[in-house]
């Protein structure tokens, strides 16, 4: 398969595919005379990331977001678009810039994945620094909470968001198959793009895909200030936050009697203001090269050998203005191999389990005026195993893993610069799992899980020493660092009857060493020194999340609800961590008929007050939302038809988690009232 970077990067796509393409998508075109046929190519969801044994059932603490959901929902940035799942906040540095937080945890403690292996750029570096991920080229996302999060390493200690698409097919087709959608939006002047096509012939499937969006200054209910060079000085906009986005990929698969094999090549380009700052903007780019497959050998003790690799080489470039500013680059490589057993039985229950190898490579660099970490190469190598047994309407997960991680600053080359410390670290984390789930009645559902975990300190966490604007501070590492250690424990309880369910979790984690950036009196450069510590530490709260059917005639009316909160601790200081969301509810009454479907609902914010000395607090808010959606049918061909409103109100709100709330008060307020319209037609 193969896919195409963004609609303005074809012509610099290998394997001379963009001569190919423009055919191909005219034919397609000309089926419906203006749109492609609408492929709703009904992908049958299946939960992955958490699940290395393939049983939906024991994916208790993963959640998704798909098809016209994932095209209704999404938004520019990662975080953004999983913002309202129960116990997933976002970072927002403004709409261009946000990770996601996963039960109060962010940064370094949450692995964005790209298909299950790593992203390789540098977003948990700097609040700024954007995930080089669109939603319009992307297929399904997962998040996975908690414990289960133990076989992609210590990064995952809070938890896995992994963004999956189809630019490696893993399943064989006959046919052509494609995908465009487009939309815009009010609120930003967004206009988006994306296109898809996938063929198969023979043992082969190629696929190709491409994707544009273009953004201006995001509106907001009352005016702002601004100093950016052509602006107005006062408008009712978030200065500096236009955007623009496009890349794509290709990619093929070889489908073989006892398996397939699949690469693809992808570009990813963004232009983006950091709102932080009237006149900084960065221009970003990603490359990556991986390869997939699977092997199904006829043997009495193994059922399958998956494996996966990829090169990235990532770059962006922070301009003051014309100026280049700082040039921050990662560029390496990730492997993993897991082989997965047949079932054993004994003469209670069976065992089935994955074992597997993974290692992982990065050389970092930061080169310029607000490089606060040195240039360095890490290296991690990890052996994992995760066993399954089965008796009756109970199950019982163990899973182990071990760790090499090698952390080395190399400083920097500009002789002048001499505020770094050399020298490399070494660490072995070791975590370990264990989980069960009880089928207690037909209806419930229970399950436990429980965790220890350990993280290696990142090379920024251990060696940097330099200004970070994004922070507004002077950050300091400490080379002494431990392994960052959390035991970590959460429960459910889960109950479905037809079309009502409701799901119930509570979750802790207590950290011996749980490394923050922490304030000091000192001062540098007029900038304040935060400097990174270990410290004990505790998050716990809850998640919920329900559905009830309220009518049922010639059409459906549901109330969806949904809640979460989250408290962090300083055990040290007995105060509270910062950036933490605060208690959140939400509601929605959803109606479908026939190719009709509505909805309209709130999230209401409670005011946080629980913020550490310096931070400010924010005040309770309610954010509206409706929307629209219609199915067409044409010939051959589908349309899916939607429009939604967010913010309503046009309420005036700033987020808890972002530290624009607190480091540049009154720059990013959360945006005002957008209509946002689309269509995605599928052949």
């Known amino acids: 398969m193969f896919q195409v970077s963004s609609l303005n990067e074809v012509a610099r796509l290998p394997f001379s595919f963009h001569k190919t393409l423009p055919v191909l998508a005219f034919t397609a075109l000309s089926q419906l005379g203006f749109l492609p046929n609408a492929l709703a190519q009904a992908v049958s969801e299946v939960i992955i990331t958490g699940n290395p044994l393939s049983k939906l059932q024991n994916a208790n603490n993963v959640s998704s977001l798909s098809g016209m959901d994932l095209s209704q929902q999404g938004q520019s940035t990662l975080g953004e678009t999983l913002n309202n799942l129960p116990g997933v906040s976002s970072t927002y540095f403004g709409p261009n810039a946000s990770r996601p937080i996963v039960r109060g945890l962010d940064g370094d403690r949450i692995r964005v994945l790209s298909n299950s292996g790593?992203?390789?750029d540098v977003s948990s570096l700097s609040y700024d620094h954007a995930v080089p991920l669109d939603v319009l080229s992307t297929e399904r996302i997962e998040v996975l909470r908690g414990p289960a999060a133990l076989q992609y390493g210590g990064s995952a200690i809070g938890g896995v968001v992994n963004v999956i698409d189809n630019r490696i097919p893993r399943k064989p087709m006959q046919g052509v198959l494609g995908k465009v959608q487009l939309q815009g939006a009010t609120g930003n002047q967004e206009v988006s793009k994306g296109a898809l096509l996938e063929t198969g012939f023979g043992a082969w499937v190629l696929h190709a895909d491409a994707f544009d969006r273009q953004s201006k200054d995001v509106k907001v209910p009352q005016a702002l200030p601004c100093t950016k060079p052509g602006s107005p000085e006062l408008a009712k906009r978030i200065c500096n936050s236009a955007n623009e986005a496009n890349g794509g990929a290709v990619g093929a698969s070889l489908f073989f009697d006892q398996g397939f094999m699949g690469l693809s090549v992808q570009t990813y380009k963004s232009n983006y203001g950091t709102v932080a700052e009237d006149e900084v903007t960065i221009g970003m780019k990603s490359e990556r090269a991986a390869i997939e497959g699977e092997w199904r050998p006829k043997s009495a003790w193994f059922q399958s050998v998956e494996w996966q690799t990829s090169q990235t080489r990532y770059q962006h470039t922070e301009f003051e203005g014309s100026q280049v500013g700082t040039v921050f680059a990662n560029k390496g490589h990730d492997s993993r191999i897991q082989l997965k057993h047949k079932p054993w039985t004994s003469g209670v229950g069976t065992w089935e389990g994955v074992w597997g190898l993974q290692t992982e490579q990065g050389q970092f660099s930061a080169d310029g005026a607000e490089a606060f970490a040195p240039f360095s190469n890490t290296r991690?190598?990890?052996?994992?195993?995760?066993?399954?047994?089965?008796?009756?309407?109970?199950?019982?997960?163990?899973?182990?893993?071990?760790?090499?991680?090698?952390?080395?600053?190399?400083?920097?080359?500009?002789?002048?610069?001499?505020?770094?410390?050399?020298?490399?670290?070494?660490?072995?984390?070791?975590?370990?799992?264990?989980?069960?789930?009880?089928?207690?009645?037909?209806?419930?559902?229970?399950?436990?899980?429980?965790?220890?975990?350990?993280?290696?300190?990142?090379?920024?966490?251990?060696?940097?020493?330099?200004?970070?604007?994004?922070?507004?501070?002077?950050?300091?590492?400490?080379?002494?660092?431990?392994?960052?250690?959390?035991?970590?424990?959460?429960?459910?309880?889960?109950?479905?009857?037809?079309?009502?369910?409701?799901?119930?979790?509570?979750?802790?984690?207590?950290?011996?060493?749980?490394?923050?950036?922490?304030?000091?009196?000192?001062?540098?450069?007029?900038?304040?020194?935060?400097?990174?510590q270990g410290v004990r530490a505790k998050f716990s709260g809850f998640e919920a999340a329900g559905q009830w059917r309220l009518m049922q005639s010639a059409g459906t009316l549901d109330l969806t609800w949904r809640a979460?909160?989250?408290?962090?601790?300083?055990?040290?200081?007995?105060?509270?961590?910062?950036?933490?969301?605060?208690?959140?509810?939400?509601?929605?009454?959803?109606?479908?008929?026939?190719?009709?479907?509505?909805?309209?609902?709130?999230?209401?914010?409670?005011?946080?007050?629980?913020?550490?000395?310096?931070?400010?607090?924010?005040?309770?808010?309610?954010?509206?939302?409706?929307?629209?959606?219609y199915k067409q049918k044409v010939t051959g061909a589908a349309l899916n038809w939607f429009a939604r409103i967010n913010n309503l109100s046009n309420q005036w709100a700033y987020s808890a988690t972002s530290i624009l709330t607190s480091t540049a008060p009154g720059k990013a307020p959360l945006p005002g009232r957008s209509l946002k319209l689309g269509v995605v037609a599928s052949f």
């Open 564 to 629: 979460d909160a989250v408290r962090a601790q300083n055990l040290d200081t007995d105060e509270a961590l910062p950036r933490i969301a605060p208690l959140r509810l939400g509601a929605s009454l959803v109606h479908a008929a026939g190719p009709w479907s509505s909805h309209v609902g709130f999230d209401w914010h409670a005011a946080q007050n629980r913020v550490p000395e310096g931070n400010l607090v924010t005040p309770t808010f309610t954010l509206w939302h409706a929307h629209v959606g």
């Open 380 to 532: 991690t190598q990890a052996l994992f195993a995760i066993e399954e047994f089965s008796v009756g309407k109970a199950s019982f997960n163990v899973g182990v893993r071990r760790e090499q991680v090698s952390v080395q600053s190399l400083g920097n080359p500009d002789p002048s610069v001499e505020r770094f410390e050399l020298g490399t670290r070494k660490f072995s984390p070791q975590s370990y799992a264990l989980s069960s789930a009880w089928q207690w009645l037909p209806q419930w559902r229970l399950s436990a899980n429980v965790s220890r975990t350990e993280r290696a300190p990142k090379d920024y966490e251990l060696f940097a020493n330099g200004p970070h604007i994004a922070t507004a501070a002077w950050e300091r590492g400490q080379s002494g660092l431990g392994l960052e250690k959390a035991n970590s424990m959460d429960v459910s309880a889960q109950w479905q009857q037809g079309a009502h369910q409701f799901k119930l979790t509570a979750f802790q984690s207590r950290f011996a060493n749980y490394i923050g950036l922490l304030g000091t009196t000192e001062v540098e450069e007029d900038l304040p020194v935060q400097v990174y």
């Open 118 to 120: 790593a992203s390789m």
